[in-house]
């Protein structure tokens, strides 16, 4: 079974903070993803990659930053954090396309204060 | 707006009945469509998928029921185990090597003993 491991599990932050939310995947998997979940909106892409140094831009990228810095590690940044950002976020990976099982870790909770 | 919709929003059923979820898309290109299945704490985990060119799936209880000139499919859960109660969504993929999936908004089943 592929594991995707996020960190942390859970954050609070203040307007206007910094955060940066981990994942890692051990699966030699090249695609991940970054989606965010709210009530009424369901899982929406934020950011996803296709490989180390790769980033393409999702349905709702404003004021996310994403960085893939190797196959396994992809990281998501929030450097002006806002109230509207705090949201359920979930990572996932699959080999090789959106047609093909996804994977996700067990999500991190945001809360921006 | 919403490209993929998911009716109803909650739905309970009794142990032992058929659950039915519905889905609807507006993009006539979506090609493949799988079914996500949350449990609470946890990530969305892959249950059954189908491919546009099928009109029926299936895997063990679980049928997805496939209408393209509708634009429309259902998840039919036969035997509904308390153990099924989630949230199921029902997603899209966009055509090509694009790496997207459009997710619905959730249903939520609750199996009552």
């Known amino acids: 079974e592929a594991a995707v491991t996020q960190s942390p599990r859970n954050k609070v932050t203040v307007t206007g903070g910094n955060v940066t939310l981990s994942c890692r995947q051990t699966?030699?998997?090249?695609?991940m993803y970054w989606y965010r979940q709210d009530t009424g909106h369901g899982l929406r892409l934020i950011h996803y990659?296709?490989?180390?140094?790769?980033?393409q831009i999702g349905d709702v990228p404003d004021g996310y930053k994403a960085t893939r810095t190797t196959q396994e590690d992809f990281f998501l940044l929030l450097e002006l954090a806002s109230p509207s950002q705090t949201s359920l976020y979930f990572c996932?990976?699959?080999?090789?396309?959106?047609?093909?099982?996804?994977?996700f870790g067990h999500g991190t909770k945001l809360s921006v204060l | 707006q919403q490209q993929v919709r998911q009716s109803p929003q909650s739905l309970t059923v009794w142990e032992g009945e058929t659950a039915i979820l519905n889905c609807s898309y507006e993009n006539s290109a979506f090609d493949y469509f799988p079914w996500y299945q949350q449990f609470p704490g946890e990530g969305p985990a892959l249950l059954i998928s189908?491919?546009?060119?099928?009109d029926k799936k299936e895997d063990g209880r679980f049928t997805i029921f496939f209408n393209k000139r509708e634009k429309k499919l259902s998840l039919h859960i036969a035997d509904s185990q308390p153990g099924d109660s989630a949230t199921y969504f029902c997603a899209a993929s966009v055509p090509g090597n694009t790496g997207k999936l459009i997710f619905g908004l959730g249903t939520t089943l609750q199996v009552q003993p």
């Open positions: 189908i491919l546009s060119v099928s």
């Open positions: 996932a990976s699959s080999p090789r396309t959106s047609n093909e099982r996804l994977f």
């Open positions: 990659s296709y490989g180390a140094g790769n980033l």
């Open positions: 699966n030699s998997h090249n695609y």
